[in-house]
């Protein structure tokens, strides 16, 4: 699929290059959201400490440049919950700004795979905190960092959850603008099974409420570049659920390959690559199927309007493209026909004699399922060129 550079990005290069928006320092984490790398916290709370009058703290889980989380207990309820404290030194309108936004955000979805929100407020001290569902997991950075770059089906299955999520979060109105691995929790449920959890929406965008305009004309950026779509990188205002569509594809491509499509040490660089790069393709490099690359690559177009119009449908592809490969459920053992494709009348191979296969349709720009054993069979058994890498490198 042909791809093209954004219109004018030359000249905002020029642009962004004079501004402090994005640092030219050589630093592999340019995380601009949440992160913000791994500044130590100053010791400011301790376990035990009462918040509010409610909550006590039992013990610190996570630590980051903007503040703390901590496991602590709702002493009147005796609920076990999950608190994230704000550093003092950091306390500003704007950064108090995170956890409304992030309350509020919450506050409009009640989805199993999002993180709940319970409670918002101040400490004594004035410190802003908030108080969510506890979630014992591991984040699917640490799944991908232990276990390096996974199968198609396996990638797929864990993040057709996340798809659904938050395609229910746009229909609220909430667009996340930080969809990566490391906002992605695993929940350990019965028989194996693992649950996606969407976490982080401090930095969302809600479609309803009225953004600031300062926020573009200085190239104000949210997000994590790794993941960012080029409006995004750009701090352009027409930011909308398509942006996921592209962090959502961006986490899966780092899921098949090991790295994400656009990944540099240098921030101006990687600003560059989002906007003027193709999207290396994965077929050659690490032998992914040129049907799921079609789904994957139409989700990095550089416009939002060619792109996924919706996180459904592209759930509704990656479904099709899972049950040709006779995976009939997600990670968390959800029907994929229950979920993603009660549109159709599917036909299995039992009752057709033959494996569904997802081909590409270039004028309904969707995939549907036709039928090709042969073609699958050649796909499957050809012999594979002299030089040619199965893994990526």
Known sequence: ????????????????????????????????????????????????????????????????????????????????????????????????????????????????????????????????????????????????????????????????PVAGAMHAAHEKGVVHRDLKPDNVMLVRRGGGRLQPKVVDFGVAKLVAEREESSASASFEVFGTPDYMPPEQALALPTVDRRADVWSFCAMMYELLSGRPPFSSRNALDGLRAVLQDAVPSLVDACDLDADLWAILERGLQKEASARWSSLRELGEALAAWLWSRDVREDARGVSLQGEWLPYEEICTPVSCGETPRLSWVEERGRPSRRWSSRRRAHRLHRPRPQGEQAACH
């Open 1 to 160: 699929m042909a791809r093209t550079a954004v219109q004018g990005a030359g000249e905002i290069m020029s642009r962004i290059e004079t501004t402090d928006a994005w640092s030219s320092t050589d630093d592999s984490s340019w995380d601009l959201g949440e992160g913000f790398g791994e500044s130590p916290c100053s010791v400011h709370y301790q376990d035990g400490d009462l918040i509010a009058g409610k909550y006590r703290l039992l013990r610190k889980i996570g630590e980051g440049a903007m503040g703390t989380v901590w496991v602590a207990t709702n002493v009147a309820v005796e609920s076990t919950v999950a608190i994230k404290l704000m550093r003092p030194e950091l306390r500003s309108p704007e950064l108090t700004d995170y956890f409304h936004r992030e309350a509020r955000a919450a506050g409009r979805m009640n989805h199993a795979e999002i993180v709940r929100v319970f409670d918002l407020g101040e400490t004594a001290d004035g410190d802003p905190y908030l108080v969510m569902e506890l979630i014992e997991g591991e984040s699917l950075r640490s799944v991908l960092a232990r276990e390096g770059r996974m199968t198609p089906e396996r990638a797929i299955s864990l993040l057709l």
